[in-house]
Structures are given as structure tokens and as C-alpha cells.
């Protein structure tokens, strides 16, 4: 029973999902400056681009969704062998595969955006920040409700370079995820994740905060795995510890078998205290 609910709140989620991109999509498409809107979007988030024409005819991540807009129209309209050649081109001219399937909103920044690779049933939200390397990919089909096999990114999602972001999963809005990180079950909103298999190690507040480069926070990240290390090893040196309180007492109780406080006497008479 409690398998049914939890399908029945994917399938709910994910329709939710689709249906705000496409209203996203479509205000996109609407003469309000669009293209402005992204092209300055980038460069507030890229402390690398020197102007708004730079990123508008440089940047492989801009370039490729002008392919992926016409390319997914063809999808949606059964051209289906025709929106795939289409987001062929798209893929020659920037280094970047996604799908024509995938639905994308507002403000996708792919940096760098060599090997990046965006799945058939994949859903973005507004403002996700994707660097090279990304990776969001699909499993067996049937496995998640309405036989998506790709992830759901929410609104604000940076995921850093190399990470692997598998399965029918959700990463929740402002989540971030570590460079070469393996994502392979949902990530709840406002948290870092890193590691493979990719573990919380950053709740942030609620609160919307500062750009994060790659994913990452710019003070101390603790390593989920240089943690578990440290703590065996304080496990080890607390063994050790023990083990050597033991010997010393072992050692104090032999010293005095051997050396008792008096013995027999000669005529067996115990000597005068």
C-alpha cells in the first residue's frame, strides 16, 4: 500500500514538474527579452565573462539551447527523426548532448559544458547551473512512475563538474552537488552532497544564498569518508589505549605473585613483622 502512495506522489510531482516548465518555456518564448534575461543571467554567475556579447556568441551553453529550443519543439510536434538531427548539430557545435525530449526552464547555465549529457525524460528548473562533465542520466525503464528514467532538477540546483546524476531522482530546489559526485537516490532542497555514493555533508538555511562555484562551499567541507577514517582511527588509538591499561595491570598482578610481602622461614616460622 505504501509503495502505491509513494507512486501515486511521484507521478503527481513529476506532472507538477512538467507543467511548470512548460509555462516556463512559454513565457520564455514571449517577446519580454528572453535571451537578455540568460545572457545576463550567465554573466552574474560567471566571474569570467567580460561582456553580454562575449557570452551571447561565445559560450557553448547558450549556443546549445538555441538548438535544444527548436529541436524539443520538433520533439513535442512527432518529428521525432528531425528534432534528433537537430540536436546532432546542437551537440557538434557546443560539445553538449541533451535530448530533445529533456524539458528545460528559464536560465540554464552550462559552463564550460564539454561532456555534458541531458537525458531523454530529464526535467530542469530556473536558474540550475550545470559545469562540465554533468552527467544526467537514465536507468532501466519501468523502474520510476510513468517510465521516467532521468532526474528532476528543481529551481537554483548547482551541480558541479563530473558528477553523475542517475536515475528517476529529484534534486531539490538549491541543492548543491559536489564535483564528481554520484547521485543515485533524491536530494532533499538547501543541502550539499558529495562523495560517491553522494552524502549530505552541508544543510543550509532556507534562505536563497550566494552563487556557489562547482557546487562546493568556499569554507572547510568535511569529507563524509575522511570522517568515517577519522573516527576508526580514534576507535584504534582508544583500542590501543585500553589494551595497554590492560598489560600494565596484568603485568602489576604477576610482579606480585612473584614477590610476595613474606615467605615460610627456614623452620617454616613466619618471620617478625
Avoid at 534575461?37 to 551553453?61: F, H, M
Avoid at 532556507?206 to 562547482?214: E, I, Q, R, S
Wanted: charge should be neutral.
Amino acid at each position: 500500500m505504501s509503495n502505491e502512495v509513494q507512486s501515486q506522489d511521484r507521478q503527481a510531482e513529476d506532472r507538477q514538474a512538467q507543467d511548470r516548465q512548460a509555462q516556463d518555456r512559454q513565457a520564455g518564448t514571449a517577446p519580454s527579452g528572453g535571451l537578455r534575461s540568460i545572457v545576463e543571467s550567465i554573466k552574474a554567475r560567471d566571474p569570467a565573462a567580460r561582456s553580454l556579447a562575449e557570452v551571447a556568441l561565445l559560450y557553448p551553453g547558450l549556443r546549445v539551447l538555441a538548438f535544444h529550443r527548436l529541436a524539443h519543439a520538433l520533439w513535442t510536434g512527432g518529428f521525432l527523426f528531425l528534432a534528433r538531427f537537430v540536436s546532432e548539430l546542437g551537440r557538434w557545435f557546443s560539445g553538449i548532448e541533451i535530448h530533445p525530449g529533456a524539458v528545460i526552464g528559464q536560465r540554464l547555465f552550462i559552463d564550460h559544458g564539454t561532456g555534458v549529457v541531458i537525458g531523454e525524460t530529464a526535467v530542469i528548473g530556473n536558474d540550475v547551473t550545470l559545469y562540465h562533465g554533468v552527467t544526467l542520466g537514465g536507468i532501466a525503464p519501468g523502474s520510476r512512475p510513468q517510465g521516467r528514467r532521468h532526474p528532476v532538477v528543481e529551481d537554483d540546483v548547482i551541480i558541479g563538474a563530473g558528477a553523475q546524476v542517475l536515475g528517476g531522482i529529484t534534486i531539490g530546489k538549491g541543492a548543491r552537488v559536489g564535483a564528481n559526485a554520484v547521485v543515485v537516490r533524491d536530494v532533499s532542497p538547501g543541502v550539499t552532497v558529495v562523495g560517491i555514493p553522494a552524502q549530505v555533508v552541508v544543510a543550509r538555511p532556507a534562505a536563497k544564498p550566494d552563487f556557489l562555484p562547482y557546487g562546493s562551499p568556499c569554507d572547510d567541507l568535511p569529507d563524509p569518508t575522511s570522517r568515517a577514517l577519522c573516527g576508526l582511527l580514534n576507535e584504534v588509538e582508544a583500542l590501543r589505549r585500553r589494551v595497554a591499561e590492560l598489560e600494565t595491570g596484568q603485568a602489576e598482578s604477576r610482579g606480585q605473585e612473584a614477590n610476595p610481602k613474606w615467605h615460610a622461614g627456614p623452620a617454616g616460622e613466619r618471620p617478625a613483622s
